[in-house]
């Protein structure tokens, strides 16, 4: 049987086992982020190259003090030497200056290109894992954190691959320092080195305690992030202005923003708590490079010149002492969130399992036996104990008030979802031992909410980008009475779609977009049940009426099932099933149960009253 993920990982412990398997130490975590870049000759050979052009800088800095400050101190100092001497190192510092930008920037996209693939491989779990996933909010607090580490450059993992580029330059210059500062006094170097190791255990400490409490911090911002998207978005635009709900959107926003602010305080808190650990490292390295330069003096006296070097040197190696502690610190913090992104695009997601098989050929069909139903994470039963078959090539519609489980009841005939209890059979085969992508594969359906990708027509229909059939592309348009809209279109099939990426592309009306969908449906090879959940729903009453008597036609030697909220529409099915409070209230022809008493009588003769005419009306 197929696991149930979207149920399984309701538990938190459960989750985080499955989602965090491993510990991952920071050596893991570079070791997996630097796989491919050892591999790149370029990008190791602009590493090094960068590390010394950039890490000399500092040390020409103190050597041209020295030299300028020996040479001012002379009696017979001539000024074409300075001058000569100042020209010779602005010369050297501008050319290690411009070949350590280069290198740098030059390869700026080459780590970009890397966020990228994690970028792909993200979106791919979303667009794979299963579907139920959607409704478990605290799995989308905890996966969240991948977007966290790949949404900038100057953060996450690009911007740890940046920073541990730069640190090259960085190590090498506190090098070179240190290496100069050890003549003066060991002891330098030596309360530098406590004071990088101090400054990354303290920030550790800080990212640690910031990162347990990711997930709470991850359901503020994703709950702010929902309501700001949808304050800016151009559909809610018409209620947003016209029902004055600027007001409510505020009200809604304000508790998640206080929220924010407290989490941000207790993280401010724990930083200054601290901070003065960091200062007092810092001031440790000044005390003693002072007693340092001072003992040295009286023991050796120093001239003017070297005085003003070491202390030159002592103030670079302080900075550069600095910057590389803070660089060692953001690089951790980064690689701890970049790790939850490994996790989450190594994790399978996808509810594996099954070695069943669909037996036979041609339209198959489906049984509920006993099936009740609850969405992930509520206590409420949307369907309960269910059972009824629809005979394989059978057209059966399923109808009923709004509310009443009839999209729920597709989404567990397509394997989108797994039933609470009872079971689905697909001919006669439990459907949770079928291997999902297989139970995907038997079905074309047409959902009620269509959202088209900005890609072509074609594409859209296809659903690919490679070896389309532009012929059944057309006929498929024609089926769903599309054609004539599209073939008046510049780029026929080629047009792309909505505005997102190309500025020529159309946009499609509500009733359009759904014949689209029940093109693309229609398109699709070796399915062999169909499902129309409200495909017309965006169409006037004739259109939906012809558009069904041509599926009559067009879905022959296939199972069908439709759902439709117009009783009407659904009078050609070989059977219609009424479904009321999750539970089936009737089924049977349309005739038969036109006949009966009871509510589907009832909710069509209500529903013709508004198509007939009045002996009030006058046609003008």
């Given at each position: 049987?197929?696991?149930?993920?979207?149920?399984?990982?309701?538990?938190?412990?459960?989750?985080?086992?499955?989602?965090?398997?491993?510990?991952?130490?920071?050596?893991?975590?570079?070791?997996?982020?630097?796989?491919?870049?050892?591999?790149?000759?370029?990008?190791?050979?602009?590493?090094?190259?960068?590390?010394?052009?950039?890490?000399?800088?500092?040390?020409?800095?103190?050597?041209?003090?020295?030299?300028?400050?020996?040479?001012?101190?002379?009696?017979?100092?001539?000024?074409?030497?300075?001058?000569?001497?100042?020209?010779?190192?602005?010369?050297?510092?501008?050319?290690?200056?411009?070949?350590?930008?280069?290198?740098?920037?030059?390869?700026?996209?080459?780590?970009?290109?890397?966020?990228?693939?994690?970028?792909?491989?993200?979106?791919?779990?979303?667009?794979?894992?299963?579907?139920?996933?959607?409704?478990?909010?605290?799995?989308?607090?905890?996966?969240?954190?991948?977007?966290?580490?790949?949404?900038?450059?100057?953060?996450?993992?690009?911007?740890?691959?940046?920073?541990?580029?730069?640190?090259?330059?960085?190590?090498?210059?506190?090098?070179?320092?240190?290496?100069?500062?050890?003549?003066?006094?060991?002891?330098?170097?030596?309360?530098?080195?406590?004071?990088?190791?101090?400054?990354?255990?303290?920030?550790?400490?800080?990212?640690?305690?910031?990162?347990?409490?990711?997930?709470?911090?991850?359901?503020?911002?994703?709950?702010?992030?929902?309501?700001?998207?949808?304050?800016?978005?151009?559909?809610?635009?018409?209620?947003?202005?016209?029902?004055?709900?600027?007001?409510?959107?505020?009200?809604?926003?304000?508790?998640?923003?206080?929220?924010?602010?407290?989490?941000?305080?207790?993280?401010?808190?724990?930083?200054?708590?601290?901070?003065?650990?960091?200062?007092?490292?810092?001031?440790?390295?000044?005390?003693?490079?002072?007693?340092?330069?001072?003992?040295?003096?009286?023991?050796?006296?120093?001239?003017?010149?070297?005085?003003?070097?070491?202390?030159?040197?002592?103030?670079?190696?302080?900075?550069?002492?600095?910057?590389?502690?803070?660089?060692?610190?953001?690089?951790?913090?980064?690689?701890?969130?970049?790790?939850?992104?490994?996790?989450?695009?190594?994790?399978?997601?996808?509810?594996?399992?099954?070695?069943?098989?669909?037996?036979?050929?041609?339209?198959?069909?489906?049984?509920?036996?006993?099936?009740?139903?609850?969405?992930?994470?509520?206590?409420?039963?949307?369907?309960?104990?269910?059972?009824?078959?629809?005979?394989?090539?059978?057209?059966?519609?399923?109808?009923?008030?709004?509310?009443?489980?009839?999209?729920?009841?597709?989404?567990?005939?397509?394997?989108?979802?797994?039933?609470?209890?009872?079971?689905?059979?697909?001919?006669?085969?439990?459907?949770?031992?079928?291997?999902?992508?297989?139970?995907?594969?038997?079905?074309?359906?047409?959902?009620?909410?269509?959202?088209?990708?900005?890609?072509?027509?074609?594409?859209?229909?296809?659903?690919?980008?490679?070896?389309?059939?532009?012929?059944?592309?057309?006929?498929?348009?024609?089926?769903?009475?599309?054609?004539e809209k599209v073939s008046g279109l510049p780029k026929g099939i080629d047009t792309p779609m909505l505005k997102a990426i190309e500025d020529d592309g159309v946009i499609l009306s509500g009733g359009e977009n759904q014949k689209l969908s029940?093109?693309?449906?229609?398109?699709?090879?070796?399915?062999?049940?169909?499902?129309?959940?409200?495909?017309?729903?965006?169409?006037?009453?004739?259109?939906?009426?012809?558009?069904?008597?041509?599926?009559?036609?067009?879905?022959?030697?296939?199972?069908?099932?439709?759902?439709?909220?117009?009783?009407?529409?659904?009078?050609?099915?070989?059977?219609?099933?009424?479904?009321?409070?999750?539970?089936?209230?009737?089924?049977?022809?349309?005739?038969?149960?036109?006949?009966?008493?009871?509510?589907?009588?009832?909710?069509?003769?209500?529903?013709?009253?508004?198509?007939?005419?009045?002996?009030?009306?006058?046609?003008?």
């Open positions: 049987m197929r696991k149930n993920l979207a149920v399984d990982l309701l538990d938190k412990q459960i989750r985080k086992q499955y989602l965090h398997t491993e510990k991952h130490g920071l050596f893991d975590i570079l070791g997996t982020m630097y796989r491919p870049v050892l591999k790149n000759r370029k990008i190791v050979a602009a590493s090094i190259g960068y590390a010394l052009a950039n890490g000399v800088l500092p040390l020409l800095s103190v050597f041209i003090v020295d030299f300028l400050v020996r040479m001012l101190t002379q009696q017979d100092a001539v000024p074409h030497r300075l001058i000569l001497t100042a020209g010779t190192y602005a010369i050297v510092f501008f050319l290690c200056s411009s070949v350590s930008s280069q290198l740098k920037h030059r390869n700026y996209s080459y780590f970009m290109k890397l966020r990228m693939r994690y970028m792909n491989k993200a979106l791919e779990q979303f667009m794979v894992m299963d579907y139920g996933l959607f409704e478990n909010a605290s799995f989308l607090d905890d996966a969240g954190n991948w977007e966290r580490s790949l949404q900038s450059n100057n953060r996450g993992l690009e911007g740890a691959y940046h920073k541990i580029f730069e640190m090259g330059g960085t190590m090498v210059s506190a090098l070179l320092l240190g290496g100069l500062l050890v003549i003066v006094s060991p002891w330098i170097v030596l309360v530098g080195i406590v004071f990088v190791m101090a400054f990354y255990l303290i920030q550790k400490n800080i990212t640690i305690y910031k990162h347990n409490r990711r997930e709470e911090l991850q359901r503020t911002l994703r709950r702010a992030n929902r309501f700001t998207a949808e304050a800016s978005d151009f559909r809610y635009g018409k209620d947003i202005r016209l029902f004055q709900m600027e007001g409510r959107f505020k009200k809604a926003f304000t508790p998640l923003l206080t929220a924010y602010k407290k989490l941000y305080k207790v993280f401010t808190m724990r930083e200054f708590q601290l901070s003065f650990l960091e200062s007092a490292a810092l001031v440790l390295i000044d005390i003693v490079s002072f007693f340092a330069l001072i003992s040295r003096t009286q023991s050796n006296p120093l001239s003017t010149a070297e005085f003003v070097m070491l202390l030159t040197a002592v103030t670079l190696f302080t900075q550069t002492i600095q910057l590389l502690a803070q660089d060692l610190a953001f690089v951790k913090s980064e690689t701890l969130y970049f790790g939850d992104t490994i996790d989450f695009v190594e994790a399978d997601l996808v509810s594996t399992g099954g070695e069943g098989r669909v037996p036979g050929e041609g339209p198959v069909s489906v049984e509920f036996r006993n099936v009740s139903f609850q969405y992930p994470g509520t206590e409420t039963m949307v369907l309960k104990n269910l059972s009824f078959t629809i005979q394989s090539g059978e057209k059966c519609a399923l109808v009923g008030v709004n509310g009443a489980g009839k999209t729920t009841l597709v989404k567990l005939i397509t394997g989108l979802y797994q039933p609470t209890e009872g079971e689905i059979l697909i001919n006669g085969v439990n459907a949770t031992a079928i291997p999902q992508q297989q139970v995907f594969s038997l079905f074309g359906v047409v959902f009620q909410e269509v959202q088209p990708l900005a890609l072509t027509i074609a594409e859209n229909i296809a659903a690919t980008d490679t070896n389309i059939d532009r012929e059944r592309v057309v006929e498929s348009l024609k089926k769903a009475g599309l054609w029940i093109a693309r449906a229609l398109y699709r090879e070796g399915t062999r049940m169909m499902v129309m959940d409200e495909p017309t729903a965006a169409l006037d009453a004739l259109a939906e009426e012809r558009i069904y008597r041509e599926f009559n036609t067009i879905l022959s030697g296939k199972t069908a099932l439709f759902i439709s909220h117009r009783l009407a529409s659904t009078r050609f099915c070989d059977r219609i099933i009424l479904l009321d409070g999750g539970r089936i209230a009737q089924q049977g022809t349309h005739g038969e149960l036109v006949k009966e008493e009871g509510l589907y009588r009832t909710m069509f003769l209500t529903q013709g009253k508004y198509y007939q005419k009045t002996e009030e009306e006058v046609v003008v």
